[in-house]
């Protein structure tokens, strides 16, 4: 286990501390001032120090100064307060997490369980670097772009801090990808990853959902029940589409943020919670702001490290190395060696793609399944900056696959002139999902709908 350096000017504090500490495994010393501090450092190096702000001599902050002393300690600051300032400047300095005072027996032990040495973060993120230069790639995120890269700064310099990020960007261009990306850098990493999107949930369903409820606090409610911040202790909880949330529950994702704890649906008791929250948007935050869909304090808690993903007209060099991804998806899936060809490529850069990586994904799974040949042409993808396909999947029978391949014949669906829409809408999706033998991603991509939708219409239409 590792070594604790307690920074504490209150005795009593000291003591309850180091035996928490103790408690757990690791051997602790215990200072009472910067220049206490300093010599204790030089002595024997801490792999966490644990820091109060308020010392005899200065500031705690100043052991900052000290570079060489704590160049591979992991510090976290105590405060009796955890302001949106002392956020900040924890993380301008290079602290990984701050606890509130009085310190909680439980946060402390799950601090001391995720401890991981600066050096050793540095090292995984150098590798994903390097692995990067090589193949485009970083951890679930793919692209060269310059616009990428700064991305990838902000996820190396972000992830071993415990602060809030706040990820704005359009639909679809991966949002949840860099999410993910920060808390698998992150101490927290072998800890639970829940997403919510808080727009896919019925407001009347949304309290219950992230806060959880007692059994009997509403008709229906027949159990007791973990909400989201319960199950993503000690892990990363990712709010995604925060302006949906109702301004009610803004309220109170406020409280949790600023004091740690919140309460279950029809209970008095409070519930501490340690998770750290990033949030996401596609909406430009300071116009949901004014226009009522968010709250401004919970933006100013929210918004500690923004990042900005770039929709992907602004980088359409990373087009041909996405598509190529998504090739290499299907064919990993249904077994086959299909490759895109270079007029394919190039007429995937020429879409500016309003719909992002998601769009993307979508038209390369569809043309690859239309695909008859190991080549992938560019006849079933998006043709310049059209935002559909050149031919509709209901079509009866296309002209060709590939140049010079005739294509195979295409089962015909008639309907009758005056027959309802919705009618239509069943028997084509029914009819594609037979022909396609019961396989959704096959049956998705002919239709050029997403798996989501197909589901959704599938349950729809079988009960």
């Known amino acids: 286990m590792g070594h604790t350096l307690i920074v504490e000017d209150d005795r009593d504090s000291a003591r309850m501390l180091a035996a928490l500490v103790a408690r757990e495994g690791h051997t602790v010393a215990t200072a009472t001032s910067v ?6 450092m030089a002595m024997q190096p801490a792999d966490l120090l644990l820091l109060d702000l308020h010392l005899p001599d200065g500031n705690g902050l100043a052991l900052f100064s000290h570079k060489d002393l704590i160049a591979d300690t992991e510090v976290v600051l105590m405060t009796g307060q955890a302001s949106l300032e002392t956020s900040i400047e924890a993380l301008r300095l290079g602290a990984a997490d701050y606890l509130v005072k009085p310190v909680s027996p439980q946060h402390l032990k799950n601090l001391l369980s995720r401890l991981i040495r600066p050096s050793q973060l540095n090292a995984e993120f150098t590798l994903l670097t390097d692995t990067w230069r090589e193949t485009g790639r970083f951890g679930s995120l793919i692209g060269a772009s310059t616009p990428m890269q700064e991305v990838y700064h902000q996820i190396g310099r972000v992830a071993g801090t415990a602060v809030t990020v706040f990820i704005q960007g359009e639909s679809g261009t991966g949002k949840e990808l860099v999410a993910r990306a920060v808390h698998d850098l992150s101490r ?22 992230i806060f959880g409820h007692e059994r009997g606090s509403f008709t229906g409610a027949e159990r007791q029940h973990q909400g989201f911040f319960e ?14 949330m109702p301004m009610s529950l803004q309220v109170k994702l406020l409280r949790v943020l600023e004091s740690g704890t919140f309460m279950r649906v029809g209970s008095t008791q409070l519930q501490q919670t340690d998770v750290r929250v990033i949030a996401a948007t596609n909406r430009n935050a300071e116009e949901a702001v004014e226009r009522g869909h968010l709250r401004e304090d919970l933006l100013y808690r929210l ?24 090739v290499e998806q299907m064919n990993r899936r249904e077994g086959s060696t299909k490759r895109l060809s270079e007029a394919a490529a190039q007429r995937l850069a020429s879409h500016d793609w309003p ?24 006849e079933w993808l998006p043709s310049g ?22 294509a195979p014949p295409m089962p015909e669906l008639r309907v009758a002139v005056g ?29 050029g709908i997403s798996m989501k939708t197909l589901y959704n219409k599938l349950k729809e239409f079988k009960g």
Not at 231 to 244: K, M, Q, V, Y
Not at 369 to 378: K, T
Not at 420 to 441: F, N, P, S, V
Request: charged share 25%.
């Open 355 to 378: 719909g992002n990586v998601r769009e993307l994904g979508n038209a390369v799974q569809r043309a690859w399944v239309m695909s008859g040949d190991v080549e992938i042409g560019e």
């Open 385 to 406: 900056t059209a935002a559909v396909p050149r031919r509709a999947a209901a079509s009866a029978q296309p002209e060709s696959i590939a140049p010079g391949t005739a």
């Open 35 to 40: 220049a206490d501090a300093c010599r204790f």
């Open 188 to 209: 927290r990493r072998d800890q639970p990853f829940l997403a919510i999107n808080c727009g896919a949930i019925s407001p009347h369903l949304m309290e219950s959902e």
């Open 419 to 447: 027959s309802r829409l919705d009618e239509m809408e069943k028997a084509l999706i029914l009819a594609t999902y037979d022909h396609c033998e019961g396989h959704k991603e096959r049956t998705a991509a002919m239709l």
């Open 231 to 244: 199950r993503a202790h000690g892990g990363t909880l990712f709010l995604d589409e925060i302006t949906e």
């Open 303 to 326: 918004n500690v490290f923004p990042i900005a993903m770039p929709p992907l007209r602004e980088r359409l060099g990373d087009v041909k190395l996405l598509a190529q991804h998504f």
